[in-house]
């Protein structure tokens, strides 16, 4: 889902940290290369050199971005910005993957965006006004429903992230190791369920959830990840208060930018869709949480962030495809059921002791969901 349009981070499924044979292809798999009756089609090829979208401009109303990657080796997404702020991506794209989102586009300029490619930006024009909706005005206003709901959900969740990420910095300026340790993963929890929001706000999401090799002047490194590396590998706070009162400040940041911020009834299934990309690309491959290896948690808390932004929209799904909708909710049911064994307490088991066997299955799990749910946006989009 959306990153930083200044700061690209390096792909999680790949290099040196990746799990061979583990990264779930189904998550960066379309189903189908049509877009939606009704919507605009444009295709999206990644190169080294560019993105630019084709065509280059298309009618206001619903549009479907097909993106696939045929050899590109430094560009692994494309990010549709309006202004600063990404509305729409699809990231984690190898050589040999595609993948789609879609929106609904009022007349404007937009850009296609593609980190470290030679031209990154690409102009994107959007004309007219949209028709007026062919939705069934019962499926229009649960839609409404859902996504006022998606809204209010966000803003709860940020409000519990707010504390608990204050217990974890005062545990750091503390000195207190074990107490940072112990609510680390906690406090990380609620920032997880709702990733693709805060990956929407530029800058925001690098600054609190940046890997090590995610940026370029590791003395800037800011960050629950700049942390984590201090307890876990340095096994020091020294120097870390201004980490932490920066991650307060950021978090903070965040919750005054998710308070008016508002979702198209796609942006919940595209970010549902993105929060198992997330799984697949960082979590089951050990590499979010490299230190501290409680990816299982982060895990846990994308899945359930993608299922309450389906369950927001299931009542809409269910009379537009009731058999995708149920097909979803039973393959949500066995990604969090294959979790149970690995729980621990009020926590999980370090991501460490589980072997790769155990790894694929858990990848199998999301593939099978990933599949079915890649196709509610186009589904309720428009």
């Not at 503390?174 to 709702?194: L, T």
Request: aromatic share 6%.
């Amino acid at each position: 889902m959306p990153m930083s349009t200044t700061t690209p981070r390096v792909l999680r499924a790949t290099g040196l940290l990746a799990i061979a044979g583990l990264v779930a292809t189904g998550c960066a798999k379309s189903k189908d290369d049509s877009a939606p009756k009704g919507s605009s089609k444009v295709t999206v090829t990644l190169t080294d050199d560019s993105c630019a979208p084709s065509p280059a401009s298309v009618p206001a109303g619903p549009v479907t971005f097909q993106v696939k990657n045929v050899s590109a080796s430094k560009v692994t997404e494309a990010e549709l910005l309006s202004g600063d702020t990404i509305i729409g991506e699809k990231e984690n794209l190898t050589p040999g993957l595609s993948g789609s989102f879609s929106l609904t586009l009022k007349s404007g300029t937009y850009q296609m965006y593609c980190p470290s490619a030679k031209t990154e930006k690409t102009a994107f024009t959007v004309t007219g006004s949209a028709a007026a909706p062919s939705q069934d005005p019962a499926v229009t206003a649960l839609l409404k429903q859902a996504t006022t709901g998606y809204q209010a959900y966000v803003v709860a969740e940020v409000d519990k992230l707010l504390p608990a990420t204050k217990t974890f910095t005062d545990a750091v300026r503390a000195g207190d190791v074990e107490k940072a340790k112990a609510s680390f993963a906690q406090a990380r929890y609620h920032y997880e369920e709702i990733e693709p929001v805060a990956e929407s706000f530029g800058d925001l999401d690098p600054d609190l959830d940046a890997r090590e090799d995610d940026v370029t002047d590791p003395s800037k490194w800011t960050g629950f990840h700049r942390l984590e590396k201090a307890l876990w590998k340095d096994r020091s706070l020294a120097g870390m208060k201004p980490v932490a009162d920066k991650l307060d400040a950021d978090v903070a940041r965040l919750r005054t930018l998710v308070a008016t911020t508002t979702y198209q009834p796609a942006q919940l299934a595209n970010g549902a869709t993105g929060l198992l990309d997330e799984v697949a690309a960082s979590k089951v491959t050990g590499e979010e949480d490299r230190y501290s290896h409680t990816d299982l948690s982060d895990f846990e808390a994308n899945v359930i962030g993608a299922q309450k932004a389906f369950e927001l929209l299931k009542p809409a799904v269910d009379k537009i495809d009731a058999s995708l909708s149920s097909s979803i909710g039973t393959q949500f049911a066995a990604v969090l059921a294959a979790l149970e064994p690995y729980r621990k307490g009020s926590g999980f088991v370090d991501y460490s002791t589980v072997g790769d066997d155990k790894r694929r299955v858990l990848t199998q799990k999301v593939d099978a969901l990933a599949e079915p749910l890649s196709q509610v946006a186009g589904k309720v989009n428009g």
